[in-house]
């Protein structure tokens, strides 16, 4: 049985709304994490702490990272801050944000 904490961490996975912990914090800019695409970054107003450089890569670049959804089937459990690499070379293609184990659905 889920809890109620499960239930909103899933859902936010689910819908796309980052989720950053204390090891993940200071690793992503607002961009990478899709808070421009949630509107959680104002551009018309306000004066921040990065700003200038949030507002740059908003208007003048092409975002390089991106936070999409992943869905893993296997035993081993990710973590927050875990690399996620992919092929038997084990090439590091990104970093976990957030995870959500399913057998919790069992």
Same mark, same amino acid.
């Given at each position: 049985v889920l809890k109620k904490k499960d239930h909103w961490e899933l859902f936010d996975l689910l819908s796309g709304i980052p989720r950053l912990y204390e090891?993940?914090?200071? &690793?992503?800019?607002? #961009? #990478? !994490?899709?808070l421009d695409k949630w509107e959680g970054i104002g551009f018309n107003k306000g004066c921040y702490l990065g700003q200038e450089i949030i507002a740059r890569m908003h208007y003048k670049s092409d975002i390089k990272k991106r936070l999409g959804l992943l869905v893993v089937f296997n035993k081993s459990c990710k973590k927050p801050g875990d690399e996620l690499k992919i092929g038997h &070379?084990?090439? !590091? !293609?990104?970093?976990?944000?957030?995870? #959500?184990s399913c057998h919790s659905f069992n």
């Open positions: 090891n993940t914090i200071e &690793s992503f800019l607002p #961009h #990478h !994490v899709n &070379s084990g090439e !590091v !293609v990104g970093e976990i944000i957030m995870a #959500h």
